[in-house]
């Protein structure tokens, strides 16, 4: 039993900046890597960033590179999202997915982003 909850989203306007959180909880003993997908409506969902739980490395699509950051607080089991410079085009549905061993993946129900004027 794993629950993955995502917070922080809402309005903003452009070139502001908004911060996400996702927080892990239940039958969690080990995360591999926890990542943030988006989906926008009428659109298919799309990879935003990654980061390893050990190490934390991280990666991001082109399009968010250089505007966002992923980060992690082990003691809390919860990732971060931080976003500045917000675009029109990041409007959409922000998902969090927790990798746990085993190749086990738990979705959180998403937290929608708004970036209009």
């Known amino acids: 039993q794993v629950q993955v909850v995502e917070s922080g989203g809402g309005l903003e306007q452009p070139g502001g900046s908004l911060r996400l959180s996702c927080a892990a909880s239940g039958s969690i003993f080990n995360i591999y890597a926890a990542n943030w997908y988006r989906q926008a409506p009428g659109k298919e969902r799309e990879f935003v960033a990654t980061?390893?739980?050990?190490?934390?490395?991280?990666y991001y699509a082109d399009s968010v590179k250089g505007r966002f950051t992923i980060s992690r607080d082990s003691a809390k089991s919860t990732v971060y999202l931080q976003m500045f410079s917000l675009e029109p085009e990041d409007t959409a549905v922000y998902y969090c997915?927790?990798?746990?061993?085993?190749?086990?993946?738990?979705w959180g129900q998403g937290t929608q982003v708004t970036v209009s004027s």
């Open positions: 980061i390893s739980w050990s190490g934390g490395i991280t």
């Open positions: 997915r927790i990798v746990l061993p085993g190749a086990r993946f738990y």
